[in-house]
Nanobody, 124 residues
Framework: QVQLVESGGGLVQAGGSLRVSCAAS????????MAWFRQAPGKEREFVAG????????SYADSVKGRFAISRDIAKNTVYLQMNSLKPEDTAVYYC?????????????????WGQGTQVTVSS
């Protein structure tokens, strides 16, 4: 059973930076994808960024491209989301997710494992 534990998040002013982390444990194997989603109040959960564990290929939502960066630490089995130039519209609960297949997809129902979520609030 895969377990995902997030850390980081918090309150930051617009234009600032923040990093969230997600540590994975359990039977992930070597061919899987980890991704970050976010959900703002009253909105659906949306894909933010994903990374293929084997090879490190990444994919981003257009709304964060050029501002956010997803990366992984293989030794720590941890994925990071570095968020720069944050905007108030980035305010949301950020969720880490894992998919035990080798392709990055953006549909939330394709991900079987989820973290508990961490709040990111960007003040104007």
């Amino acid at each position: 059973q895969v377990q995902l534990v997030e850390s980081g998040g918090g309150l930051v002013q617009a234009g600032g930076s923040l990093r969230v982390s997600c540590a994975a444990s359990g039977g992930t194997g070597s061919s899987y994808v980890m991704a970050w989603f976010r959900q703002a109040p009253g909105k659906e959960r949306e894909f933010v960024a994903g990374i293929r564990w084997r090879g490190g290929i990444t994919s981003y939502a257009d709304s964060v491209k050029g501002r956010f960066a997803i990366s992984r630490d293989i030794a720590k089995n941890t994925v990071y989301l570095q968020m720069n130039s944050l905007k108030p519209e980035d305010t949301a609960v950020y969720y880490c997710a894992a998919r035990l297949l080798d392709s990055i997809v953006r549909m939330r129902w394709e991900y079987s494992y989820w973290g508990q979520g961490t709040q990111v609030t960007v003040s104007s």
